[in-house]
């Protein structure tokens, strides 16, 4: 409970400063969950264990520095939006953030991103400290839940 208490504080003290599309600022109540979630896709993607989800209180080292790992995970949920907004636009069909943010296909768009951002990460200036960072024991990953 502390870890994810220390994780909602930190989304709530960086909201101001996240850069995110105003629709997903509108959303806060929704936005930050997903925020969170995709701290955590971004740990187990950086674990190379991207199906798996990680236990919150392995990641309080990596929430010793919330400024560097927020916008990245601000930014998978931008990088989401963006794309399933896309794929609505090229197929025609009406796109609504607000359902988006609540379907199964905004948990799938971000944890690709997160993917691509954790796979991208060395090539980042300090990118080899944060990936100690997001670091956690194999232990401390466990099967993801989900329901349709």
Not at 11 to 16: D, F, R, S, V, Y
Not at 64 to 73: H, W
Request: proline share 6%; glycine share 4%; with cysteine.
């Amino acid at each position: 409970m502390l870890a994810l208490q220390t994780w909602l504080n930190a989304i709530e003290a960086a909201w101001p400063n996240l850069i995110i599309n105003d629709v997903l600022k509108a959303g806060r109540a929704y936005v930050k969950f997903h925020i969170l979630f995709a701290v955590s896709a971004i740990i187990s993607a950086a674990n190379k264990q991207p199906t798996m989800v990680v236990e919150p209180r392995a990641t309080m080292k990596a929430a010793s520095l919330p400024d560097q790992i927020l916008p990245l995970a601000a930014t998978c949920l931008e990088n989401a939006l963006q794309n399933a907004l896309n794929q609505a636009q090229v197929g025609g069909k009406v796109f609504s953030p607000q359902n988006w943010l609540k379907s199964n296909a905004s948990v799938q768009g971000e944890t690709l991103v997160a993917g691509t951002v954790a796979g991208m990460l060395p090539s980042f200036p300090n990118g080899q400290s944060l990936l100690e960072l997001l670091r956690v024991p194999a232990i401390s990953l466990s099967t993801r839940w989900s329901a349709d």
